[in-house]
């Protein structure tokens, strides 16, 4: 009988053994010692359960109960420590028990601090982690407050920058722009006009600015140039005052029309308002953002003449310029009443009627202007032409045939060349070429501008004026043309005669 509970006590303390291994060899992995527990402990419960159901061990514990009031049970060292009967008993009973606990195996007291340690390690592992977690999903957020708080921080930085290099006009356009303030123009008109013509970037900027200085609504009415790259204080101190242009002398100069540019740029320098040929290059340079500037050719054509490029945009007008004045500011005058004057909404789109784009119709005018004095002539001067231009099948084949295209050419175009060009200068003659030459030939008034866009109709393709009657005779054949023209030529023989004689009578009165 002390064998079997040898025997047991041995098996018991066998399996406390491999409990300990097991536990001490999975501490780090909690959810690997709880698999293997789990499997060790159903292992441990169906060995028990054979082992009662042996009859020979069931005869044995019954005997053990009877005759063995106190057995013994070794420790994990394997000293005898006895046991009560109580829990003897238990012992047999617990393995057939569906509880799990560590007296179920009677584990010695020796292994406690093992399982703690395993514990402990499991608890701050797990905490590790969810602390570790938590610290990662916040990572991002700073992250993103913090690019946010930089981005936000330059963006700030950069607007900053922009506005001071506004009111200070630093690294901006430093081309002088003229700008007409009208009457009883308040802040908000000035800087949104500022603003429209590219001179700030910033009305509400400027608005706050003038505000400041106390100069609102004292804005002078009329003619000003300012410059991109003038600061606030520069351009409100240009538009409130007049001083620059006080101490400079007036000068009044009318075009008339007809003129061509370079006889208007010898009236300029005449009078001392600037370099002819100062104004010649900065007239045909353009580019001052005029809305009209928007319709002329974008191409080059190579038999346009340079110099004559903006031929025909100088408006016939008086103008009140200063002495020394900058060509640049003398072009912009120019272009500003012609845009005012030609560049309305009827026009162009009666212009894009008739199919012909703004530099056709300044071409056109330009010749009307030359051929004829009167409003009157002018209309049908320009019926005349659109015959000749739209049906080519005519007479005239598509020839202009405009005597002032020929002068042009030859006394305008020719002598100012510095190397021939024969294909160019052939170009402006209307008895060489077909159609319209290349560019205007004069620069014409509203009369001979709306005359060609009336666009008369009319069944003549000749005309022939007698140059001192200033009367336009207009005909529809050759044969009519060529005995019209004879009437012309004697009225103006006998014209010319009688001055003639008028001439000797006053010479010989003199004489006497």
Same mark, same amino acid.
């Given at each position: 009988?002390?064998?079997?509970?040898?025997?047991?006590?041995?098996?018991?303390?066998?399996?406390?053994?491999?409990?300990?291994?097991?536990?001490?060899?999975?501490?780090?992995?909690?959810?690997?010692?709880?698999?293997?527990?789990?499997?060790?402990?159903?292992?441990?419960?169906?060995?028990?359960?054979?082992?009662?159901?042996?009859?020979?061990?069931?005869?044995?514990?019954?005997?053990?109960?009877?005759?063995?009031?106190?057995?013994?049970?070794?420790?994990?060292?394997?000293?005898?420590?006895?046991?009560?009967?109580?829990?003897?008993?238990?012992?047999?009973?617990?393995?057939?028990?569906?509880?799990?606990?560590?007296?179920?195996?009677?584990?010695?007291?020796?292994?406690?601090?093992?399982?703690?340690?395993?514990?402990?390690?499991?608890?701050?592992?797990?905490? #590790?982690?969810? #602390?570790?977690?938590?610290?990662?999903?916040?990572?991002?957020?700073?992250?993103?407050?913090?690019?946010?708080?930089?981005?936000?921080?330059?963006?700030?930085?950069?607007?900053?920058?922009?506005?001071?290099?506004?009111?200070?006009?630093?690294?901006?356009?430093?081309?002088?722009?003229?700008?007409?303030?009208?009457?009883?123009?308040?802040?908000?008109?000035?800087?949104?006009?500022?603003?429209?013509?590219?001179?700030?970037?910033?009305?509400?900027?400027?608005?706050?600015?003038? #505000?400041?200085?106390?100069?609102?609504?004292?804005?002078?009415?009329?003619?000003?140039?300012?410059?991109?790259?003038?600061?606030?204080?520069?351009?409100?101190?240009?538009?409130?005052?007049?001083?620059?242009?006080?101490?400079?002398?007036?000068?009044?100069?009318?075009?008339?029309?007809?003129?061509?540019?370079?006889?208007?740029?010898?009236?300029?320098?005449?009078?001392?308002?600037?370099?002819?040929?100062?104004?010649?290059?900065?007239?045909?340079?353009?580019?001052?953002?005029?809305?009209?500037?928007?319709?002329?050719?974008?191409?080059?054509?190579?038999?346009?003449?340079?110099?004559?490029?903006?031929?025909?945009?100088?408006?016939?007008?008086?103008?009140?310029?200063?002495?020394?004045?900058?060509?640049?500011?003398?072009?912009?005058?120019?272009?500003?009443?012609?845009?005012?004057?030609?560049?309305?909404?009827?026009?162009? #789109?009666?212009?894009?009627?008739?199919?012909?784009?703004?530099?056709?119709?300044?071409?056109?005018?330009?010749?009307?202007?030359?051929?004829?004095?009167?409003?009157?002539?002018?209309?049908?001067?320009?019926?005349?032409?659109?015959?000749?231009?739209?049906?080519?099948?005519?007479?005239?084949?598509?020839?202009?045939?405009?005597?002032?295209?020929?002068?042009?050419?030859?006394?305008?175009?020719?002598?100012?060349?510095?190397?021939?060009?024969?294909?160019?200068?052939?170009?402006?003659?209307?008895?060489?070429?077909?159609?319209?030459?290349?560019?205007?030939?004069?620069?014409?008034?509203?009369?001979?501008?709306?005359?060609?866009?009336?666009?008369?109709?009319?069944?003549?393709?000749?005309?022939?004026?007698?140059?001192?009657?200033?009367?336009?005779?207009?005909?529809?054949?050759?044969?009519?043309?060529?005995?019209?023209?004879?009437?012309?030529?004697?009225?103006?023989?006998?014209?010319?005669?009688?001055?003639?004689?008028?001439?000797?009578?006053?010479?010989?009165?003199?004489?006497?």
């Amino acid at each position: 009988m002390t064998d079997n509970n040898d025997m047991i006590n041995d098996i018991l303390n066998q399996l406390d053994k491999e409990k300990a291994e097991s536990d001490n060899n999975n501490a780090i992995s909690a959810a690997d010692t709880a698999v293997k527990t789990d499997e060790q402990l159903s292992d441990t419960k169906d060995f028990g359960r054979k082992f009662a159901d042996s009859p020979d061990m069931s005869a044995s514990a019954a005997e053990r109960r009877n005759e063995e009031p106190t057995p013994v049970r070794r420790n994990t060292n394997g000293s005898p420590r006895p046991v009560s009967r109580a829990a003897s008993e238990d012992a047999h009973e617990r393995p057939q028990a569906s509880s799990r606990t560590r007296s179920q195996y009677q584990i010695s007291d020796d292994d406690a601090p093992v399982r703690n340690m395993a514990a402990v390690k499991r608890n701050t592992a797990h905490h #590790k982690k969810k #602390k570790k977690k938590k610290n990662s999903n916040r990572l991002p957020g700073v992250l993103i407050l913090t690019v946010f708080i930089f981005g936000l921080s330059i963006c700030l930085s950069l607007v900053i920058i922009a506005f001071g290099k506004d009111v200070l006009g630093i690294g901006k356009d430093d081309s002088t722009k003229m700008i007409t303030i009208p009457e009883g123009a308040t802040s908000d008109d000035v800087s949104q006009l500022l603003y429209d013509e590219g001179i700030i970037n910033s009305p509400k900027c400027f608005r706050l600015f003038s #505000k400041l200085r106390n100069d609102s609504d004292n804005y002078l009415a009329g003619e000003h140039f300012v410059s991109p790259n003038m600061a606030y204080e520069t351009i409100i101190k240009n538009l409130t005052t007049y001083e620059d242009e006080e101490q400079k002398d007036s000068v009044t100069i009318t075009f008339v029309e007809g003129i061509n540019i370079f006889e208007a740029a010898d009236q300029l320098q005449e009078q001392g308002v600037c370099n002819a040929a100062d104004f010649i290059y900065a007239f045909n340079a353009g580019s001052y953002g005029f809305d009209f500037e928007e319709e002329l050719p974008k191409e080059h054509n190579p038999l346009k003449f340079a110099d004559g490029r903006m031929e025909g945009y100088l408006f016939p007008d008086t103008y009140t310029f200063t002495v020394d004045m900058e060509p640049e500011q003398v072009c912009q005058k120019i272009y500003y009443n012609f845009n005012q004057k030609i560049y309305d909404n009827e026009r162009i #789109k009666r212009m894009k009627e008739l199919g012909l784009s703004l530099d056709q119709l300044i071409t056109l005018a330009s010749i009307v202007q030359k051929e004829a004095p009167f409003r009157e002539d002018m209309n049908h001067v320009a019926g005349v032409f659109w015959n000749r231009l739209e049906k080519p099948e005519a007479e005239t084949a598509g020839f202009l045939q405009s005597d002032p295209t020929s002068n042009y050419s030859k006394y305008v175009i020719k002598t100012r060349l510095a190397v021939p060009n024969k294909e160019m200068i052939d170009a402006y003659d209307t008895y060489i070429s077909k159609g319209l030459p290349p560019g205007a030939i004069s620069n014409p008034g509203l009369d001979a501008i709306d005359a060609v866009l009336q666009k008369m109709q009319t069944d003549d393709f000749y005309f022939v004026a007698n140059i001192y009657t200033r009367e336009t005779f207009f005909t529809k054949t050759l044969d009519e043309h060529n005995a019209k023209e004879e009437e012309v030529k004697a009225a103006v023989a006998a014209y010319e005669a009688e001055q003639a004689i008028l001439k000797e009578q006053e010479e010989a009165n003199a004489a006497e």
